[in-house]
C-alpha cells in the first residue's frame, strides 16, 4: 500500500505541533526537540480545547504542522482510573479522533500517538511483544484508558492503509520524571510514593502505607527517555505496529518503596493497605523491535529517583537547595 513515508523524517526547518505541551510526556518533548533545529509549535487549553472537534481543525488548519505528537491524554494512577472511567475514556477518545482526523484533512507529514502498556491482556505473556494486542481481557482498574489507547492505534492504522498517512504509535511502560503529578488521589505509584517517603522523612514519621500487597510488577520509564526514543522513532520508524518503549527490567513495587526510601533517606517501616487495588501483576514489555531498530534508554532508575527527588523539592516543595 502507497505511504507518503520519507526515511529517515527530517526534523529540521520543520513546524511540530506538540500537543499536550504542558504535561510531564509533553514538557520533556518540547526540552527535546529544542536541540532538533525545527519550530515546536504549542497551544494552551484557552487557546484549544482538544476534546471540540472544530477547535482542533481550526487550529490544525491556520498553523498548518509538518509533524505532530499526540501527547495530550487524560492520565492518572490506579485509583484515578476506576473512579472516574467516563472522563478517561471520553477526553482521550475525543482528543485523539479530533488530532488524527484534522492532522490528515491539513496533510501532516508524520503523527506520532502515544499508548500506554495498559493497551495489553492483563494475563499477556512476559515479556509483552506488540503481537500480545487484543489476545485476552483487558486489567478491569484502567480498562477504559486501556480502550481510548487502542483506539488512537487503530485510528493511525487505519488512516495509514485508506489515506497513506505516514502515522505512527508508541507504546511506553510506566513513565515518571520532573513534571509528574504528585497528587496522592490521582497520581501513579513512583510519584505518590516520592511523596509520601519525603514526607515521613521530613516529619520523622515511622511507617509509610502502600496501596495493595506490594508484590506487582512495574517497569519504569524516565521521561526524558521516552522523549529522546520518540524522536528517534519520529526519524527513523514508519511502521504500522505500535512500538513498545521501555527498559526491559522491572521491579516489585516494596523493592521500588525501598529504593526510594535509600534515596529519600527514610528509615522506617511500609504497612500495606490490602483494600487497595494491585491491578495487574505484571506488565513488563519486550524492547526487542525498539532495540533492533537501535534505541536503548540510558537513564537508570536509581539515577532517574535521584534527579526527581531533586526535581520534587525544588519545584513543589519549594525548598532552596543547601548552600545557595
Ligand atoms: O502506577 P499505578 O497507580 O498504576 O500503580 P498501574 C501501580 C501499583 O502500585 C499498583 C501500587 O499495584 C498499586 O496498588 N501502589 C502502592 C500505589 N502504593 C501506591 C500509591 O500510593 N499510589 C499509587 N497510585 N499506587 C496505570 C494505569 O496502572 O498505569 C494507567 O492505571 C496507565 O492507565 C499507567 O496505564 C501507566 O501501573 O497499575
Not at 501532516?108 to 502498556?117: M, N, Q, R, T, Y
Not at 493497551?119 to 484502567?142: H, K, V, W
Request: proline share 5%; glycine share 10%; charged share 20%.
Amino acid at each position: 500500500m502507497a505511504t507518503t513515508a520519507e526515511a529517515p523524517f527530517r526534523l529540521e526547518g520543520r513546524r511540530v505541533w506538540v500537543a499536550g505541551h504542558r504535561g510531564m510526556v509533553g514538557s520533556a518533548l518540547v526540552r527535546r526537540l529544542a536541540s532538533e533545529g525545527c519550530t515546536v509549535l504549542t497551544a494552551g487549553r484557552a487557546q484549544v480545547d482538544l476534546r471540540r472537534q472544530a477547535e482542533v481543525e481550526a487550529w490544525m488548519e491556520a498553523e498548518r504542522p509538518d509533524a505532530v505528537i499526540v501527547a495530550a491524554a487524560k492520565v492518572g494512577g490506579i485509583l484515578a482510573n476506576s473512579t472516574r472511567p467516563a472522563e478517561f475514556i471520553y477526553d482521550n477518545l475525543a482528543i485523539e479522533t479530533n488530532i488524527v482526523h484534522a492532522a490528515q484533512q491539513a496533510g501532516v507529514a508524520k503523527l506520532l500517538f502515544l499508548g500506554s502498556s495498559c493497551i495489553y491482556p492483563r494475563m499477556a505473556s512476559q515479556p509483552i511483544t506488540e503481537d500480545a494486542l487484543l489476545t485476552g481481557p483487558l486489567e478491569p482498574t484502567n480498562e477504559w484508558y486501556a480502550i481510548a489507547k487502542i483506539a488512537g492505534i487503530k485510528l493511525c492504522q487505519a488512516y495509514r492503509r485508506q489515506y497513506g498517512c505516514d502515522f505512527i504509535s508508541l507504546m511506553p511502560t510506566n513513565l515518571y520524571g520532573p513534571g509528574d503529578n504528585f497528587d496522592l488521589t490521582s497520581s501513579h505509584v513512583l510519584p505518590a510514593l516520592l511523596a509520601k517517603i519525603d514526607r515521613a522523612r521530613r516529619e520523622g514519621l515511622g511507617t509509610v502505607e502502600l496501596w495493595g500487597s506490594g508484590r506487582p510488577r512495574r517497569e519504569f520509564l524516565h521521561v526524558d527517555d521516552l522523549a529522546d526514543a520518540s524522536v528517534f522513532l519520529l526519524q527513523n520508524y514508519s511502521g504500522d505496529v505500535p512500538l513498545n518503549v521501555g527498559t526491559g527490567t522491572d521491579v516489585t513495587i516494596r523493592v521500588l518503596a525501598e529504593l526510594i526510601a535509600e534515596v529519600v533517606g527514610f528509615e522506617g517501616e511500609f504497612v500495606y493497605d490490602t483494600s487497595k487495588p494491585d491491578g495487574t501483576p505484571r506488565k513488563l514489555l519486550d524492547v526487542g523491535r525498539l532495540s533492533a531498530l537501535g534505541w536503548t534508554a540510558r537513564i537508570g532508575l536509581r539515577e532517574g529517583i535521584e534527579s526527581t527527588h531533586a526535581w520534587y523539592r525544588a519545584n513543589v516543595l519549594q525548598e532552596t537547595p543547601a548552600g545557595s
